[in-house]
């Protein structure tokens, strides 16, 4: 059973879209929700959510964290073909630092 | 610059053969981590070490073996009995402290069967 739910698992826009990722989940004892960027090769760190409701922003991606209907959003405002890559949600639970991945996100952004 | 460092970049295995993927770390984290990737899905967990001398099982360890001598090194040996070893994987760290995410990744290493 997959704890871990993203979607959409691909997603093609054109420089200066707006985009809405999703991640859901489905575990016990929640801990906290990572969002990562990968390109190429090392996943890159982008947010950690542990409350719901708390937008966290980091230039044009923001992300906030639902924890009564347990989903987290990303979003990436104005995007630019840098922004093109796989976005990773991760989760931890109880005293774990263990992250639970899912399959990600496939962001394809277009000149 | 602290950082992680895996090597090689790209490994070509052999049937039958055992290979060894180095990954270290000095970033003085206590907590080191194994992940596999294959294409379309996201990382899963083969081993992870808490502290030196200890490691435990991830959800995907069959046909693969580790080993934490020292606290900046976590090779990964992917062995024979790995039916299914082509994939990326990706070595990670973090301090080890409840709270202590997030977790920084290496480069990773390609392997592919010859």
């Known amino acids: 059973e997959d704890k871990v739910v993203q979607s959409p698992l691909s997603l093609v826009v054109h420089e200066g879209d707006t985009v809405t990722l999703n991640c859901s989940y489905e575990v016990t004892n929640f801990r906290s929700l990572l969002w990562y960027k990968q390109e190429k090769k090392a996943p890159t760190f982008l947010f950690m959510l542990?409350?719901?409701?708390i937008e966290k922003k980091s230039g044009r991606l923001s992300s906030i964290l639902d924890k009564k209907e347990l989903f987290s959003i990303l979003n990436i405002t104005a995007t630019q073909t840098g922004d093109s890559a796989v976005y990773l949600c991760?989760?931890?639970?109880?005293?774990?630092?263990?992250?639970?991945f899912g399959k990600g996100t496939k962001l394809t952004v277009n000149p | 610059d602290g950082g992680i460092t895996q090597s090689p970049k790209y490994l070509f295995r052999k049937e039958g053969q055992n290979v060894t993927l180095s990954c270290e770390q000095n970033l003085n984290h206590d907590a080191m981590y194994w992940y596999r990737q294959d294409p379309g899905q996201g990382l899963r967990l083969i081993y992870y070490?808490?502290?030196?001398?200890?490691?435990q099982k991830g959800d995907i360890a069959e046909g693969y073996s580790v080993s934490r001598e020292k606290k900046e090194s976590f090779p990964l040996t992917v062995t024979s009995a790995q039916k299914n070893p082509t994939a990326f994987y990706l070595c990670?760290?973090?301090?080890?402290?409840?709270?202590?995410?997030?977790?920084?990744f290496g480069d990773g290493t390609r392997l592919s069967i010859l």
């Open positions: 070490s808490q502290i030196v001398n200890d490691f």
């Open positions: 990670a760290s973090s301090s080890g402290r409840v709270g202590g995410l997030p977790q920084h």
């Open positions: 991760a989760l931890t639970q109880g005293g774990s630092e263990k992250l639970v």
């Open positions: 542990t409350s719901s409701g």
